[in-house]
Nanobody, 123 residues
Framework: QVQLLESGGGLVQAGGSLRLSCAASGRTSSVFTMGWFRQAPGKEREFVGEIVWSGDSTYHADSVKGRFTISRDKAKNTVYLQMNSLKPEETAVYYC????????????????WGQGTQVTVSS
């Protein structure tokens, strides 16, 4: 099992920045990719960003390219999501996700989910 614990959410004004963190624990050696999703009230969960744990390959949703950056610190077993130029419509619960064995979390191949952290962007 892998446990994921998100932190860093909060309230920010439009145009502001936040950095989310996701600390992984447990059998992290089984993790292949990690990523972030978000779910706004009344909407489906959507992909935000993905990173390959053993390398540096990243993938970002078109809606956040140029504003959000996913990164990881292998020594700390932590993945980050730096979010800049936030918009009110990006208010959502942000979830950390992990997949095993050549999974691609951006395609929904998620084995583990975190509990989520609330991000609220005020206008």
């Amino acid at each position: 099992q892998v446990q994921l614990l998100e932190s860093g959410g909060g309230l920010v004004q439009a145009g502001g920045s936040l950095r989310l963190s996701c600390a992984a624990s447990g059998r992290t050696s089984s993790v292949f990719t990690m990523g972030w999703f978000r779910q706004a009230p009344g909407k489906e969960r959507e992909f935000v960003g993905e990173i390959v744990w053993s390398g540096d390959s990243t993938y970002h949703a078109d809606s956040v390219k140029g504003r959000f950056t996913i990164s990881r610190d292998k020594a700390k077993n932590t993945v980050y999501l730096q979010m800049n130029s936030l918009k009110p419509e990006e208010t959502a619960v942000y979830y950390c996700a992990a997949g095993r064995s050549r999974s691609q979390v951006r395609l929904g191949e998620v084995t583990f989910w975190g509990q989520g952290t609330q991000v609220t962007v005020s206008s």
